[in-house]
């Protein structure tokens, strides 16, 4: 079974301050790979994803992330912190196999991480 | 193209009460998904569906059922609601076909059962 977890429920950095989220994977194979957001009382809004190719991902929002098989993580960054940038993160991951007949559309959820982004 | 939409918004719930919660996605989606989300649990899947008419149950389906009458809509109900399932319900949808399966999200209803 998968799970995901991601270290530090909550994260805060200042305006300008580079931000770091962290996630990390347990497989037996390299799953595909999600980091989702979400604003204040609203849905999750995909920010990036993995599936394959080139393991440094470019999301929406300057967000970026970086897929390291050996050290089974995706951990989320961007350079430079915006006051918008505050919300909740949530990395997931769904299995690349379907041996089971179809489950890999399913995703599992990390516990999410809260960002603060201080003026 | 609105997406995915959800309602209610908002509900309160007496124990004991029932209720329905209606999902509609216009992206011709095959598969959705109904989660609950609670402060420090994350999302976790309560029930999906693969297809008009199937569903099955996710990690959290106790107290919940659901059905798929319509390829567009999956509705979630709560048959005799307690003040554990106070929280925040999502839907979401993906589609069929190459294996990148990533869901689109609803806004969310948030219930609180007294």
């Known amino acids: 079974a998968q799970s995901v977890t991601q270290l530090g429920s909550h994260v805060s950095v200042s305006e300008g301050a580079l931000v770091l989220l962290r996630c990390n994977y347990s497989?037996?194979?390299?799953?595909?790979l999600f980091w989702y957001v979400q604003y204040p009382n609203q849905g999750l809004q995909l920010l990036l994803k993995?599936?394959?190719?080139?393991?440094l991902v470019k999301g929406i929002n300057g967000f970026e992330a970086e897929f390291k098989k050996s050290e089974t993580s995706f951990h989320l960054t961007k350079p430079s912190a915006h006051m918008s940038d505050a919300a909740e993160y949530f990395c997931?991951?769904?299995?690349?196999?379907?041996?089971?007949?179809?489950?890999?559309?399913?995703?599992?959820f990390g516990k999410g991480t809260l960002l603060t982004v201080n003026p | 193209n609105a997406g995915v939409t959800q309602t209610p918004k908002f509900r309160v719930l007496k124990t004991g009460q029932s209720m329905t919660l209606l999902c509609a996605q216009d992206?011709?989606?095959?598969?959705m998904y109904w989660y609950r989300q609670d402060p420090g649990m994350g999302l976790r899947l309560i029930h999906y569906?693969?297809?008009?008419?199937?569903?099955a149950k996710g990690e959290v389906p106790d107290g919940y059922n659901v059905s798929r009458l319509k390829k567009q809509n999956f509705l979630l109900g709560l048959e005799s609601a307690a003040p554990s399932q106070t929280s925040v319900y999502f839907c979401?949808?993906?589609?069929?076909?190459?294996?990148?399966?990533?869901?689109?999200f609803g806004p969310g209803t948030r219930l609180t059962v007294t």
């Open positions: 997931a991951v769904s299995p690349r196999t379907s041996n089971s007949g179809g489950s890999n559309y399913k995703l599992t």
């Open positions: 497989s037996s194979v390299p799953p595909y």
């Open positions: 569906s693969v297809g008009e008419g199937t569903t």
């Open positions: 979401a949808s993906s589609y069929l076909g190459r294996v990148i399966y990533e869901q689109y």
């Open positions: 993995y599936t394959t190719g080139a393991t």
């Open positions: 992206m011709n989606h095959e598969y």
